[in-house]
């Protein structure tokens, strides 16, 4: 068993690699944003941009010092802001540690339980891929799902400290300190970043480019026109806590009105793979020709893509957009 647990150790970095190969490199349009920071850092003459240079260069000098490995993940960004949005301190070491070791694991699992050789590297692949990837994920729609849920509640307790006289910022060192969960992390934030010297404007833009949910950028809009036009912020925010009430309350009622479709695709989707594992537990005899004679390699491929394509219309036919 020593030879296939090396092959698969062997094929894993040989898959990593090119991952790095065809996603990863350097960026020139990157560099060239990096070298004009750099000048502007240098040249800088208010407070303000002499306080955002000083933090992005200790910023720079703390990832330097890091481990290495981080620097080969493709597309390191969108993988960093995945982290950040939910709300661990993960990062993306220990993420690519994970995904190496789940590979390993289940392949040499599969290879124990004498499967081919094939299927387990297959199944790796699955696993180490597609596992802390599913697992992110989840874990960012928890998140954002527990932060709109109270984010009304943040916005009614806004509406009443403006109505008492408070000023917007202090509102939102309230908010931050009565609401937990993700509610008062995000404003938190927001407070910490307008201390450091950041607009007003631009410590929401940057919480709702890490939300991403179109509640959030319904408030900052709201912010946003208000400080150049004025009026009464307090009754905009009231109608805006109304309104985001209501949208998920209609969210709530759409899910409940499709659950029986999604439900029927989680079967009807799921009912050949549990057919096909079944019957390998059974008989593996039976279905090893899919593994090993091409006819029957074509047709299960052919399958799969047919699979897919139904999965992925009727996902689109159970998914709304409120």
């Excluded at 970043?193 to 007003?200: C, E, K, Y």
């Excluded at 989680?266 to 006819?295: D, K, Q």
């Amino acid at each position: 068993m020593n030879l296939p647990v090396i092959l698969i150790i062997a094929t894993a970095f040989l898959a990593f690699a090119a991952l790095v190969v065809l996603l990863g490199g350097p960026s020139a349009g990157k560099a060239k944003s990096r070298r004009l920071a750099s000048v502007k850092d240098r040249h800088a003459a208010s407070t303000e941009a002499v306080v955002a240079a000083q933090m992005r260069k200790t910023i720079q000098a703390s990832s330097a010092g890091s481990n290495r490995l981080s620097s080969l993940m493709p597309r390191r960004e969108q993988m960093e802001l995945r982290l950040r949005r939910t709300g661990k301190t993960w990062n993306i070491t220990q993420y690519m540690f994970a995904t190496m070791i789940l590979f390993v694991v289940v392949a040499a699992l599969m290879l124990i339980m004498r499967a081919p050789f094939m299927l387990a590297i297959l199944f790796g692949l699955l696993a180490g891929i597609g596992l802390p990837y599913m697992i992110v994920g989840r874990l960012i729609k928890k998140r954002v799902t527990q932060f709109t849920t109270r984010f009304p509640d943040a916005i009614d307790l806004l509406v009443r400290g403006l109505r008492s006289g408070l000023p917007v910022t202090e509102t939102f060192q309230v908010v931050s300190q009565e609401l937990p969960g993700p509610v008062g992390e995000e404003f938190r934030g927001i407070i910490e970043r307008i201390r450091i010297g950041n607009t007003m404007e631009a410590a929401l833009q940057e919480s709702a480019d890490m939300l991403g949910t179109p509640e959030f950028q319904f408030f900052c809009i709201t912010i946003a026109i208000q400080r150049e036009t004025g009026g009464n912020l307090a009754e905009t925010l009231g109608n805006l806590s109304d309104v985001l009430r209501k949208r998920a309350q209609m969210k709530l009622k759409i899910r409940a009105m499709s659950s029986e479709a999604k439900a029927s695709a989680y079967i009807v989707g799921s009912l050949p793979f549990f057919v096909f594992g079944i019957v390998w537990m059974m008989n593996p005899e039976y279905l090893s020709g899919f593994f090993h004679e091409e006819r029957l390699m074509i047709a299960g491929m052919g399958g799969l893509i047919w699979m897919s394509l139904g999965a992925f219309i009727m996902s689109r036919m159970i998914s709304f957009e409120i």
